[in-house]
Each structure stands twice: as structure tokens, then as C-alpha cells.
């Protein structure tokens, strides 16, 4: 990429500028034939094009790469006659922790991926490219964890990790300096901006801050390699952690007024939320992954040999089908669990207008948990009706499920603190739709706790408890809406029997706030 | 759901139609803050929802179950001592059978879909839930294949299939009755219709067509069970062969002035295109879960076992992990090659304006052979060098990425068939962005070519040849649009250099058509 390139590139920018009030309007014609909007999607003409693509397409990449890991855990073995909570144990230390990890550095990938797109708006083929070699280096961010996993005194996988993400750094800077040489690929708040200089400075040395700890960490690693591991914690979990922090703090000592300097420590254009569609997509791809993830292993291990069906089932395929039973009964169940936390995750975010990075946050502790289901799911149905360890496989899935809907559950609540900022005025606190919506979120914390709590009293109906509980949450979705009704209007019996004209504009549902507050308060 | 609930949601509707004209007017101040425009993604209020995320959903799932099938090919053994050609003529036989009837009959359910939800334009908690339950039935035919090929002569699969597809047809048509039976959920054109009735029962009558069909063949298996595979071989390529004979017969005799009955055959709609959004998410889907396909693998199974490394490698992690060298290998060069194709699909359908079903086809062929691209890749690396194995998963290599090349070269001669209709007025014959188009296109295809015959003719450095092209590929991506304008240049300077006033109109790049037309044809 010479100077000839560069020059001829700029060229057809201008060109294109020109082209806008040019040629455009000959082409309206044909444009009227046009099923979609190609207008919105950005100017599909010479260098430049609209970013949205490019980020789906990241965003399935990074969902796939940030659930990867799961697999592992899921294919460890259980033998019958082990105790559980032993290769719990065993699990717990190793692959879940890498399954957590991988997760969660993912993420923070993703969110830097998030903020350097908003201030990029356009990209060129050439960012194209350089994207595509950042996902490849990201993608091979799991398999360095697993190394360090299983081989903690070797600084082989420390130094990997530092090498991908010391790269990936240098291709991020490349690209930034690549998008400010050519200011049209840029927001337009900075493209309109006189400290165009300042903001590439300061973009350049938050997108540095962690290569260059990572370059500290792996230095670190060749004297003492237990300091690394500090150091890579630190890395990845900083973020969180002043999140959180100032969030807390914020909740505790009320609103500060915030410097643009601290503003500005970890996003590079002021006042601009989390997006809300790549949140979207990212949850979407994490959920798809994670349905699929049990009928992935199904379609290749569950096809019995002909010879061991002719030999042991003599030749009938039913019999020999019924011994995988349990992997199916998983699998719909999985299935279902994740599909149906997906649709309240969808109903959730209909009506949240702007996801804070808070909420980001506790989105992304729920896809943790998310993705954690198919190998409880499995668990279940893989040890002897009635044995310890069956008991202790349900009772695992309930947690997986209770967190997973209470961290959605929460991202509501948050929600609701500002709701003025985040929430649509129908959801809003004492609006037509509040108690509907937090009758989905609670739905599945509430039965799972239920049943968690059951199968400790019930323990020898534990199973019967677990699928019925599979059988009835779907229906129960499906019929919440009446049954939110029906309880608003019990309720209201039960607590103010006596006031048939509140009743009555309830029941005539004005377009004033509806007076359950106080009840349900 | 009894008529209680029926009335309710109807009941909701015509609030939310008065509300539109209320109390939205009074929450104007608040939804000045909000960042995103919650108006275009449907008005999040009461029961009805814009469906648009559920789409995503939806072709993130059957996308991924549309690959899934990949996976017990390329989890099949092959032994170094084995002769390629035997193995591969097994792998034909059966699984690589399984994964193509998975990827058509999955993108079969997915043009359905599309149509489906062409008709219904907005959703609610419902249909959303009955859309899930539909792609847990679709989730489940891959396994009813793997049960077919490993059994053929057993009717269970058969069985399951078609119970599946009839399962899926009786829900789909409860959509649609859901749906006609709330007219604010369809389609504009369908609402204003006084057809309506027509509409429904044309719609339902295409739905059920297949089930139908599906019937006769579950009890032509009970009798003769080889008639059963013949119906449903007609049930999957139906639309595929009534497609291609129909765009043959447009482009021998010309285009035909359709009958709004034979238009409507396959379609709900009249002169509806193929959204080309679903396209799009659908082929991002398979190219994502695609690069990602050989890292899954990788991080599972490539992980040495620490007593191993002590014992044969002396504690030297390092030595350990180039055992695993041509995995890593297979790793960066599928992910580069399946994200440079991506890379071609994206530039492409930037240029696209409207997707046509025959488009929609091709596409298919191109992602199906996508997905064989990480089994080519892991083959080529996993034999002794310059053995006639090694050869051959070189060859076979060449010839998948030539033939996913040349089906996304095939979309964009289609597209110029009907250029005044499918592509932007840049790309199209003689436009500016023309050639360099092409060269994009066409670049993949040549190298696979030309890579293919020099592995015929040097055999003993394919190798080598392979690895060259894998690392050339990338750079020539970046560097093509300089290519091309050399190539430009020197054709002029070769075919016409006495006309330096043609040369510098070309320079100049003003908006009339390039002359290079005469030369390049």
C-alpha cells in the first residue's frame, strides 16, 4: 500500500461526495424498484461502506469463540459409580475456570470492538481485512487459556496470550491510524471536531493500555511467572471492576457529576452507551450456539453401529434408540430452557431503549450462566433414576437457571433506576406493561428456586419434579399474559375489596397509570 | 388461551392504536434522550412486536444447524496407511450425502421461513414462542438424516422426518391462522386486501403442501420403504429444480409474462424478492460458525495430557505442541480463507440491491461448499508430506474453494442478467466499480485453478504451492485495487496506445462509463 493507493483512495472518497449530488439522482429511477434501503446501509459505491455487516459478522464470531469452551467442560466424562461432586470438584478448578475466563476476556473484547466501531462508521476494504486478522487473533484466545489451564507452571500459554493480544493490539492501533488518515471512515462527532489530533492520541492509548500490560505480564512471566497470572487478572477484570465500583459508588453517594477525563477512561466519545443492536447480536449468537450445542453432539455421537444394533438389539433400531432416551429428553429440554431465556431476553430489550455498560455487564454474567445450561441439561439425564448424583445434576441445573434469569432479572432493575434514560414509558415504574414484564423476568428464577427447593424436601421425586417443571414453564409463557390478570385481579380483591371504581378503570384500562402500584409495592 | 385471552389481546391493539395517537405525544420529551429509534423497530408497547429480531434468531439457529453436519465428516479417521481415494469414496457415500441433504432440506425450511414471515410482518409473545417450537422440530432433522444414511434400509428415519416436517407444517399453519385471525400482525399489502380469505387459504394450501407430501411418503414407507426416499427426494429438490428449469426456460425463450398464478406458486406474495437482510444474516451465520469449526476442535482435543509431555517430551511443552503444528496450521488457513470469502460475499451484496430466489440458490451451492472448506484444510495438513494422500486433500482443497468461488462469481453473473434490477448503477456493466468487482470475484477461483494445476504438474511441491497461496491470497485481497488499475492500465497501453485522449478521460475518472469495456470483453 504505496503512496499511489492512498492518493487514489482519497480520490474516490471526493469522487464519491461528488457522486452524492451527482449521478444519485439519475439513478433514483431504478431506486424506486429497490426492495430495500440501500441508502441506510451506506453508499455502496467506491471505497467506502456502511460498518453494519462487518460488525454481524463479528459479533457471530465472537458469540461462537465466547461459548467455545463450554464443549470441553460438557465432554468430560462422568462415570455412574464416581461421586459428582468429586468431578465437580474436578471440573469446577479446571475447565470451568477456563470456560469463565474465555468468556469474560471475550467480552471485553468485544466491548473494545464496540467502542473502536463507534468512532470508525465506515470502513473500506482494506479495515475489512484488518478486522478479519483481528477476529482470527481473538478466536485463538481460548486455546491459550486452555494451555495455561492445564499446564499452570509452564509460561508457554502466558506468553501466547500476551503474543495474540500484543498483535492484536498493533492491528487495532493500524486501524485507528488508518480511519484518522482518512477522516471520512469516522464518526461524525469527531469528524466535525478541531481535536481530531487529541482524540486519535487518546483512542491510541486506551487501545495500548493492554498490550502493554500485556507486554509487562509476559517480561513478568520469564522471572516470576505467578506475578503474570496477576497481571493477565487485573487485565481482564479491571473493567469490571470499576464498573462496578462506580456504579456502586454512584448508587451510594448519589450521582457525581463525572470529569470528561474519567469519562473518557474507558470509552473514547463521551456519553455514548453500549449498542444496543451488537448487545442484541452477540445474545442472539450466544443463545443460537448454546441451543444447538447438545444436538451438535447428538447428531454425532448418538447414530448406534449397525453391526452393534444387528448383534445386541437384534436389528431393531427402536430398541437401540431408546438407550440415547436421555440425551434427547436433554436436548429438548436444553432446548426449550435456552429458547425460552432468549424470548424473555428479547422481550427485555423491546422495550429498553439504551443498554448502560452496567447492563452490559449483568447481560453478559447471564450468557455466562446461558452457557452453562446444555451440560447441566446433560447431567440430568445421565446418571441412575433416584442416585445421589442425579439429585445433585437437577439441583445444579436450578442454580444455572436461577442465575441466568435473575442476572436478566437484574439488568431490569438497573434499568429501572434510570429508567427516564433506559426504558420505554410503557415498562417504565407503574406503567401498562411493568407487572407483565416482570412476571416473564421472574418466571424462571421464581421456578427454579421452587423446584431447587423441592427436590431438597422431595428428594426421591426429584426427576418428576424436574421434568414436569421442564413441561409446564413454556405453557406458562405462553398463558402469562392471563395469568398476570388473573393475579393483578386477586390481588385487588384481596386487598381493596371495597373500591369497585378502581377497579373499573383498571378493567377499563385508560391510558392513566394503573393504581397496582400500591398493591403490588 | 380461551376466548377470555383473545378478546385481551385485541382488546390491547386498539389501545395501542389509540395510544399511537396519545399519550406518545406526551412522552415525545423523554424519547429525545433515547439514542437508538425504537419507532422503526416496531412500538414496543403492548402485544405486538417488530419481528425483526426474531429473524436474527432464527437464521442464527439454522444456520448453524444447516453446518452442523460438517462435523461427523470431518471427524472421521483417516489412517495414514489408507489410500485417501477409499476413505473418501466412504465418506461420500454416507456422511458428506447426510450433510448436503441437511444443508439444502435446512435452507429449504429457511426460504419458508422467510416467506412465512414475509406475510407476517409483526409478531407477539405468541408467535414468537411458536417460532421456537417450529425450530426445535428443524433443529431435529440432521439426526433424522444421520438415522437415514447409517440405516437405509430401516424406516425409522423415514419415519421421524416426515413426523418432524408434518409436527412443523401443523404448527406453521396455527401461525398463520394466529395470524390472519389478527390482521394488524400482516403484511400492509395483505391488510388493505379484501382478498384476505384468499390470501390465507392460498398460503395455507403452500404450507401444507409439503407435509402432505411428507404423509404419503411415511406411508408409502411402510409398504415399500424405496419409494418412500424418492418422494422425499422430490420434496427437497422440488423448488431447487422447478427454479433452475424455470430461469432456463426465461433465458432460452425469453422472459415469459407470468401468470399471477404460476408467480404465486411458490411464493405468498406477488413480486416479492428473497430478503436480501436474511441473506445476509444467514450466509454470515454459516461463514462465522464455519472459521470457527477447526478452533472448537483444536481447543477440545489438542491439549497435550501433562503425564504425556513428562514422559515423551521431556517436560518441553513446546516440542509437545509441534506435534499439533498442522492442526494450528489448518486452523489459520481455513479461517483466512473462509473470512477472505466472506470478505467477497460482503462486497458483493453491498452492490446487491434486491437478492432473487435464483441468487438465493447459488448462494446456497457457494455456502455449502464453504462448509466443507475446514474438512479440505484439516486433510491437506494431516498426511506425510509429498505422499499421494497429501496430493490429493491438496486437489480436493483447490477444488472446494473453486467451486464456493465460482457459485459466488455465478450470483454475480445472474445479478447481471437483470443488472437494471439487482445491482447498484456502480457495479453495473461498464460501471466504475465493474472490473475491480470481477477481479474480487474472480480471484479465488483463479488461484484455486491455477494452484490445482500446478499441484497436477510439479506434484512434489504442492506442498510449498499450497502454502504460497495461502499466504498470497491475503495480501492480494489488500492490494487488488492497485492490481487492477495496473492490469487496466497495461491492457490500454497494449491495446490501444495511440489514444492517450481515451486514457486520460479514464484517469480522470468522470462519471461516464469507462471505455475499458471494448477491452476487457
Known amino acids: 500500500m504505496g503512496r499511489n493507493d492512498d492518493g487514489d483512495i482519497i480520490e474516490h472518497h471526493v469522487e464519491e461526495e461528488m457522486e452524492k449530488k451527482g449521478p444519485r439522482s439519475h439513478a433514483a429511477p431504478s431506486s424506486l424498484q429497490e426492495s430495500g434501503s440501500p441508502s441506510d446501509r451506506g453508499g455502496p459505491g467506491s471505497g467506502t461502506q456502511s460498518s453494519h455487516r462487518l460488525l454481524a459478522y463479528s459479533d457471530a464470531l465472537l458469540s461462537i469463540i465466547a461459548t467455545v469452551m463450554i464443549l470441553p467442560v460438557a465432554h468430560t466424562k462422568v462415570h455412574d459409580d464416581e461421586e459428582l461432586r468429586e468431578s465437580?470438584?474436578?471440573?469446577?478448578?479446571?475447565?470451568?475456570?477456563?470456560?469463565?475466563?474465555?468468556?469474560?476476556?471475550?467480552?471485553?473484547?468485544?466491548?473494545?470492538?464496540?467502542?473502536?466501531?463507534?468512532?470508525?462508521?465506515?470502513?473500506?476494504?482494506?479495515?475489512?481485512?484488518?478486522?478479519?486478522?483481528?477476529?482470527?487473533?481473538?478466536?485463538?484466545?481460548?486455546?491459550?487459556?486452555?494451555?495455561?489451564?492445564t499446564f499452570p507452571d509452564n509460561i508457554l500459554g502466558i506468553l501466547l496470550f500476551c503474543g495474540c493480544v500484543m498483535v492484536n493490539g498493533v492491528i487495532q492501533s493500524v486501524i485507528v491510524l488508518y480511519a484518522f488518515s482518512r477522516p471520512f471512515l469516522l464518526n461524525e462527532q469527531i469528524q466535525i471536531s478541531e481535536n481530531q489530533t487529541f482524540y486519535k492520541n487518546h483512542i491510541l492509548k486506551v487501545i495500548m493500555r493492554v498490550p502493554i500490560m500485556c507486554f509487562f505480564a509476559s517480561i513478568a512471566s520469564l522471572i516470576v511467572f505467578q506475578l503474570s497470572y496477576a497481571l493477565l487478572a487485573i487485565i481482564i477484570f479491571l473493567p469490571y471492576i470499576s464498573q462496578s465500583l462506580k456504579w456502586c459508588r454512584n448508587k451510594a453517594i448519589g450521582q457525581v457529576e463525572e470529569t470528561p477525563d474519567s469519562m473518557m477512561f474507558y470509552t473514547y466519545l463521551p456519553n455514548e452507551p453500549l449498542s444496543k443492536d451488537r448487545v442484541e447480536a452477540f445474545s442472539d449468537g450466544v443463545y443460537a450456539i448454546v441451543a444447538t450445542l447438545l444436538i451438535l453432539d447428538i447428531c454425532e455421537d448418538n447414530v448406534p453401529d449397525p453391526t452393534v444394533v444387528e448383534k445386541e438389539f437384534g436389528g431393531n433400531l427402536v430398541f437401540a434408540l431408546q438407550v440415547y432416551g436421555p440425551e434427547y429428553l436433554a436436548y429438548f429440554g436444553s432446548f426449550a430452557t435456552v429458547g425460552l431465556l432468549w424470548f424473555v431476553h428479547h422481550s427485555l430489550f423491546l422495550h429498553v431503549t439504551k443498554a448502560t455498560r452496567f447492563m452490559g455487564l449483568l447481560n453478559t454474567f447471564?450468557?455466562?450462566?446461558?452457557?452453562?445450561?446444555?451440560?447441566?441439561?446433560?447431567?440430568?439425564?445421565?446418571?441412575?433414576?433416584?442416585?445421589?448424583?442425579?439429585?445433585?445434576?437437577?439441583?445444579?441445573?436450578?442454580?444455572?437457571?436461577?442465575?441466568?434469569?435473575?442476572?436478566?432479572?437484574?439488568?431490569?432493575?438497573?434499568?429501572?433506576?434510570?429508567?427516564?434514560?433506559?426504558?420505554?414509558?410503557?415498562?417504565?415504574?407503574?406503567g401498562r406493561e411493568h407487572v407483565f414484564m416482570l412476571a416473564k423476568l421472574a418466571l424462571y428464577p421464581c421456578v427454579a428456586l421452587v423446584t431447587f427447593f423441592l427436590t431438597c424436601i422431595l428428594s426421591k421425586f426429584s426427576t418428576s419434579i424436574f421434568h414436569l417443571m421442564e413441561i409446564t414453564v413454556p405453557v406458562a409463557f405462553l398463558v402469562l399474559r392471563l395469568l398476570v390478570r388473573v393475579g393483578l385481579a386477586l390481588l385487588r380483591l384481596i386487598f381493596c375489596p371495597d373500591r369497585p371504581d378502581l377497579r373499573r378503570v383498571v378493567e377499563e384500562e385508560d391510558e392513566t397509570r394503573v393504581p397496582f402500584n400500591p398493591l403490588v409495592t
Open 366 to 430: 447471564s450468557l455466562a450462566f446461558v452457557g452453562g445450561l446444555p451440560l447441566a441439561y446433560q447431567l440430568t439425564h445421565e446418571f441412575p433414576r433416584n442416585s445421589q448424583n442425579e439429585l445433585e445434576a437437577i439441583q445444579i441445573s436450578c442454580v444455572i437457571i436461577f442465575f441466568a434469569g435473575i442476572f436478566q432479572l437484574a439488568i431490569w432493575v438497573v434499568a429501572l433506576y434510570n429508567e427516564q434514560e433506559t426504558l420505554h414509558p410503557y415498562v417504565r415504574y407503574g
Open 88 to 149: 465437580v470438584q474436578l471440573l469446577l478448578t479446571t475447565k470451568i475456570a477456563v470456560y469463565l475466563m474465555t468468556f469474560l476476556i471475550v467480552t471485553v473484547a468485544w466491548a473494545a470492538h464496540i467502542r473502536l466501531f463507534q468512532v470508525i462508521v465506515r470502513i473500506d476494504d482494506c479495515l475489512a481485512l484488518l478486522n478479519l486478522a483481528c477476529m482470527m487473533l481473538i478466536t485463538f484466545l481460548p486455546y491459550t487459556f486452555s494451555l495455561m489451564a
